[in-house]
């Protein structure tokens, strides 16, 4: 972290020649159970990571946002009066950071999405500014690079014109998650904005959510002294929400939840998350059969989320029972095997990749490429990251790039965790045992790791966690 914020600065002062004067940060994030089941009011289990985006910047006297992407090196302008209006893509759109057909289809309408929640519907009054970033969260990894920009961008913003401004972090989720809705065009759910700045260390983040006043911080369990973490492999398959195929999934859920409605009179439904595995089974023949798959994994994504809460709460509240801890993280590891598979068979949101790479662990995100979550005992991590790349290596459907098959403390390693493995060497990727931080940004991100030497001479990014 503290190398990524010198970057910042150092692409703020090379870019505009001057010294920022506020920063923010937000964290990647890996989903472990709850596919897909955000934006059907069900239940996820997720964690950030300690993979971040960085945003560092400072007010100017126009009505101009100009922001530089140190990673897309491009400097992107708008007008902070304009950024109100959404942006409505073309029947030809691509909708990626790449896209040339006029529809502010780059990396900077997330930023603009954010710029423009704010002032309409949070009545936030913001001014002209200049802002570098900087980030580490992998782009097409499903570990939602484009909600730690979001969220990052709305602190930022926070910090530089309204410090005095105690913000609630479940509205900024709320801000940021409309944004990409409404700006961007993915109809996506809470579950990325709300995990990315309401995680914490060394803990499993299960939301509700129909009610997002109801999440809980659940601690990853220890075996026999031994904690467990989460490995993410790479496939290095694309990841991307924006083509389309994301929002059909959505609509096709809808759809079933509106038909479900007219068949069912015992209780209400408005979406998958009230409808029980039973019911979908005694009218599953009403319902076109591709439509009827999907809407499955849905509500058996809900029942394997809730199974996992309740089995590590259990073992977390009988930390001396070993017996069951092993049940609870088997029952874990067998629902991310089955949540890989549901997705695979009965959603259809998985790629040759991630089920050649899903062999031994379970895809997460949005699906269509990106990473895998793999649970694995802190102590036998980096053996297994070795032997995962290795073997994706030869089952992989294409070739993966030679920069994917180094060893396991390279940045571009394909698997590897994050934290101390028993040779003590800090690896360059992720696990959750690694989030272990004693100081919390200032803008109130309680799992983003500062050091204390970062506390600048003014110390306006970070201030001390309150007791």
């Known amino acids: 972290m503290e190398a990524l914020v010198q970057q910042a600065q150092a692409t703020f002062h090379a870019k505009f020649n001057a010294v920022p004067t506020a920063g923010a940060c937000a964290p990647g994030r890996v989903e472990v159970l709850g596919n897909h089941t955000d934006y059907n009011q069900g239940f996820i289990l997720a964690s950030a990571i300690d993979r971040y985006t960085v945003i560092v910047g400072r007010k100017c006297d126009s009505r101009l946002a100009s922001i530089f992407s140190e990673n897309f090196s491009t400097l992107e302008q708008f007008d902070i009066d304009e950024a109100v209006h959404t942006a409505v893509p073309t029947s030809k759109c691509l909708n990626t950071p790449y896209c040339t057909c006029g529809c502010k289809g780059t990396w900077s309408k997330y930023c603009r999405g954010?710029?423009?929640?704010?002032?309409?519907?949070a009545h936030v009054t913001l001014g002209g500014f200049q802002a570098a970033i900087v980030s580490n969260v992998p782009a097409g990894s499903g570990l939602s690079s484009s909600a730690a920009l979001e969220v990052?961008?709305?602190?930022?913003l926070q910090r530089l014109f309204h410090p005095e401004m105690r913000v609630d972090k479940t509205d900024v989720a709320l801000l940021c998650q409309r944004a990409e809705n409404q700006w961007?065009?993915?109809?996506?759910?809470?579950?990325?904005?709300?995990?990315?700045?309401?995680?914490r260390a060394d803990h499993l983040l299960f939301l509700?959510?129909?009610?997002?006043?109801?999440?809980?911080?659940?601690?990853?369990p220890r075996l026999a002294g031994d904690p467990c973490c989460l490995v993410l492999a790479n496939t290095h398959a694309n990841h991307t929400l924006v083509d389309g195929m994301y929002n059909r999934l959505r609509e096709s859920c809808f759809g079933v939840a509106a038909q479900m409605q007219r068949l069912i009179s015992t209780h209400p439904v408005t979406h998958l998350r009230d409808i029980?595995?039973?019911?979908?089974?005694?009218?599953?023949?009403?319902?076109?059969?591709i439509d009827a798959k999907r809407a499955k994994h849905i509500v058996t994504e809900n029942a394997r989320v809730l199974r996992c809460r309740q089995a590590l709460t259990g073992a977390h509240a009988a930390p001396a029972d070993a017996a069951l801890t092993k049940s609870a993280l088997g029952t874990l590891g067998e629902a991310m095997f089955a949540s890989h598979?549901?997705?695979?068979d009965d959603f259809g949101n998985s790629c040759p990749e991630l089920d050649a790479m899903g062999a031994r662990g379970a895809p997460l995100g949005g699906g269509f490429g990106g990473c895998t979550v793999n649970l694995v005992p802190?102590?036998?991590?980096?053996?297994?990251?070795?032997?995962?790349?290795?073997?994706?290596?030869?089952?992989?459907?294409?070739?993966?790039p030679p920069s994917t098959r180094v060893a396991c403390t390279t940045q571009h390693n394909l698997a590897a965790p994050l934290g101390h493995g028993p040779d003590g060497i800090r690896s360059l990727w992720w696990a959750v045992t690694a989030l272990a931080p004693r100081v919390s940004c200032r803008l109130w991100c309680p799992h983003v790791c500062i050091p204390p030497r970062l506390l600048w001479r003014d110390t306006w990014w970070a201030e001390p966690l309150p007791q």
């Open 114 to 121: 954010v710029v423009g929640v704010m002032q309409r519907d």
């Open 152 to 156: 990052a961008t709305a602190l930022f």
């Open 184 to 199: 961007v065009g993915v109809q996506c759910g809470i579950l990325d904005q709300f995990t990315a700045i309401h995680s």
């Open 208 to 220: 509700d959510c129909r009610d997002l006043a109801r999440y809980e911080h659940i601690p990853m």
């Open 276 to 289: 029980t595995p039973e019911e979908l089974a005694a009218h599953e023949a009403q319902l076109p059969p």
């Open 341 to 344: 598979a549901s997705s695979r």
């Open 378 to 400: 802190a102590s036998r991590a980096a053996p297994y990251g070795e032997a995962l790349a290795a073997e994706y290596a030869q089952s992989a459907p294409a070739p993966t």
